[in-house]
C-alpha cells in the first residue's frame, strides 16, 4: 500500500471516529433534553397526586350525605353552626360538616365566618374577642350562641360522621394541635379538611390516622380574596404538601388538574348541594336546605 492509500485510510479513520463522537455527544445532548421533557411532563403529576386512602379509612363516608353546618334552615330558625342544628343533623342520621376556629383565648369554637358581621350583627373578628365575650352575642337573632367545638362532639355523640373544616387563620398550627386533641377524645367517625394545604400537611405528618381533605373551587378568590396560594390550591396543584385523600371541590366545572387527582385517587366530595342529583358521580355531599336520604 502506498503512503497515499495509507494517508487517505488514516483520513477516513479519523473521520468515522469524529462522525462516532459527534453523534454520541448529540445523543447525549438529546437524551439530557428528553430527560428533562420527561421531568417536566411528570411535574405536575406529582404535584397533585393525592394519598389514596384504605377503603377501611373511607367507609363511614363513602356515599354519604353531610348537612352543611349542621341541619340549619333558610329563614334561620335554627341557624348554622349552632348545637339545634347539629342536633337536628344527629337526630336524623345524617353526617355533618361543621367549622372550627380559635377566639382570642385560644378556645376551639365552632363558627364559619373570620368575622361575626353576618351572622351576629357585630363588627369584629372572631379571634379578636374572647369566648366569654363571643358568649354575648346570639347567632341570627335567635337564642342560640356560639359553641365550643367540645360542645358540638358531646352533641353529636356518634350518631353520625363528621368533616371538620379547620379554617385559616394567625395560629393555624396551634388551631390543628387543639382540634386533634379534642378529636382523639371523641369515639365517633371524623376526618377534617381545609382551604390550607398546610393544615392538611400538619394531620399528614402528625395524625397520619385521620382522613384529610382539600377543601378547593374554581375561582377562589370569590371565596378567600385575591389569595394567590389559595388559587393554585384550588387547582389541587399543591396536593403535594398535605397528599390529601379527598378533593372537596365546590359544584361546578372542575379543571383537568382536578380530574386527575380523582382519576389517581382522592375521594370526591361535593359542596354546598341544593339538589340530590348532585350526589351522581361523587362519593360524598355536603348539602343545605333539603333533606336527602342519609345515604345514597
Known amino acids: 500500500m502506498g503512503a497515499e492509500q495509507k494517508t487517505a485510510r488514516l483520513k477516513t479513520h479519523d473521520k468515522s471516529i469524529e462522525t462516532k463522537e459527534v453523534s454520541i455527544y448529540v445523543m447525549k445532548q438529546h437524551g439530557g433534553i428528553l430527560m428533562a421533557g420527561a421531568a417536566a411532563l411528570a411535574m405536575p403529576f406529582f404535584l397533585i397526586a393525592p394519598y ?134 371523641y369515639a365517633g367517625d371524623y376526618c377534617i379538611e381545609s382551604f390550607h394545604p398546610a393544615m392538611v400537611a400538619w394531620f399528614r405528618f402528625h395524625a397520619r390516622e385521620v382522613l384529610r381533605g382539600q377543601l378547593a373551587g374554581p375561582a377562589l378568590e370569590r371565596f378567600n380574596g385575591k389569595n394567590t396560594i389559595m388559587h393554585i390550591a384550588g387547582n389541587c396543584m399543591l396536593n403535594f404538601i398535605g397528599r390529601p385523600q379527598f378533593i372537596a371541590y365546590c359544584i361546578g366545572e372542575k379543571s383537568f388538574w382536578v380530574r386527575m387527582a380523582e382519576k389517581m385517587g382522592a375521594m370526591r366530595v361535593a359542596w354546598t348541594s341544593h339538589d340530590p342529583k348532585n350526589e351522581q358521580g361523587n362519593d360524598a355531599v355536603i348539602f343545605e336546605f333539603y333533606q336527602p336520604e342519609i345515604r345514597y
Open 52 to 185: 389514596k386512602a384504605s377503603e377501611e379509612k373511607k367507609a363511614p363516608f363513602i356515599r354519604r350525605n353531610f348537612a352543611h353546618r349542621g341541619l340549619h334552615t333558610e329563614d334561620k330558625s335554627i341557624p348554622e353552626n349552632s348545637l339545634a342544628a347539629f342536633e337536628a343533623a344527629a337526630v336524623r342520621g345524617y353526617g355533618i360538616e361543621l367549622d372550627v376556629q380559635l377566639s382570642k383565648d385560644g378556645q376551639v369554637v365552632v363558627f364559619h365566618d373570620d368575622t361575626l358581621n353576618r351572622v351576629c350583627g357585630v363588627d369584629a373578628r372572631v379571634d379578636e374577642m374572647t369566648y366569654e365575650e363571643l358568649q354575648t352575642l346570639r347567632l341570627c337573632e335567635t337564642e342560640y350562641t356560639i359553641p365550643l367545638f367540645s360542645e358540638v362532639l358531646a352533641c353529636v355523640d356518634g350518631r353520625g360522621p363528621l368533616i371538620v373544616e379547620l379554617k385559616t387563620g394567625k395560629r393555624n398550627r396551634v388551631l390543628c394541635e387543639k382540634t386533634y386533641a379534642l378529636l382523639k377524645a
